[in-house]
């Protein structure tokens, strides 16, 4: 092989290995869109893009997962914004502010700050930490880990006792949990669910700041005859 072959190969290798880096990141940054921000969706059909939604409509709940509302102080786990939007096309919205499972996230730094008052409620000052993403919310609900199981479990038809998959709190894992919720809809809408055993988790596993009344307005939207569509919502 002649020296003018040998530089012709080396001068086409560089090019080439640039090409399949610049392939490589690309891919990589496509997977790690779709792994955080469409984690809950099936295929691009059921898919509600985020720009569609009328957020104006929307009845906003900020939803705390914390570890054991027994616990004196308990952690603080991931905060949550969930859209309820009314209408022809119901929507349910979700929209992730912390999470440890959110690497590098700016907003992470409130999980850090979450106490209760002497009341068992989210503190004040927690409460307005969160009024800096511009969220007229309508109340919270704040759910442990043994709440939040029963729920879900009960509008999945899966016995409440049972526990969430949620060893890592990753989105993949919200992802799969409110996929599977979010499946059921339909299902509900046409045959019903009987009643949540309130009484069995309020106040210690579940406590809100809404009037039942209206917690009961945001269950029967749920199981509407037309059931939600579900989707995830960034932020404005």
């Given amino acids: 092989m002649n020296k003018s072959t040998e530089m012709l190969k080396k001068g086409f290798l560089k090019p080439t290995i640039w090409v399949f880096v610049a392939i490589f990141l690309v891919t990589v940054i496509i997977g790690y869109w779709l792994g955080t921000t469409l984690v809950i969706s099936q295929n691009a059909n059921k898919t509600i893009f985020p720009k569609t939604m009328d957020k104006s409509e929307a009845r906003v709940i900020t939803l705390l997962e914390v570890t054991d ?15 309820l939007t009314p209408g022809s096309q119901p929507r349910l919205g979700f929209t992730p502010i912390a999470s440890p499972a959110l690497v590098d996230n700016p907003n992470n730094h409130l999980l850090k700050e979450f106490s209760l008052d002497k009341d068992r409620n989210p503190s004040a000052d927690f409460i307005n930490s969160l009024r800096k993403f511009h969220i007229k919310s309508n109340g919270y609900v704040v759910l442990d880990q043994m709440g939040a199981a029963a729920f879900i479990n009960w509008f999945s038809g899966k016995d409440i006792n049972q526990h969430l998959a949620l060893e890592n709190h990753s989105m993949t894992e919200y992802g799969q949990i409110l996929r599977g919720m979010c499946n059921t809809f339909p299902q509900i809408s046409e045959k019903g669910i009987s009643e949540f055993p309130w009484s069995r988790f309020l106040p210690d596993h579940i406590n ?21 569509q579900c989707e995830m919502v960034p932020l404005p």
Avoid: E
């Fill in 208 to 228: 809100v700041s809404l009037p039942m009344s209206q917690v009961m307005d945001n269950i029967n939207f749920l199981t509407t005859a037309i059931p939600p």
């Fill in 69 to 83: 509302l027994t616990d004196d102080q308990p952690q603080l786990l991931s905060i949550w914004f969930v859209y």
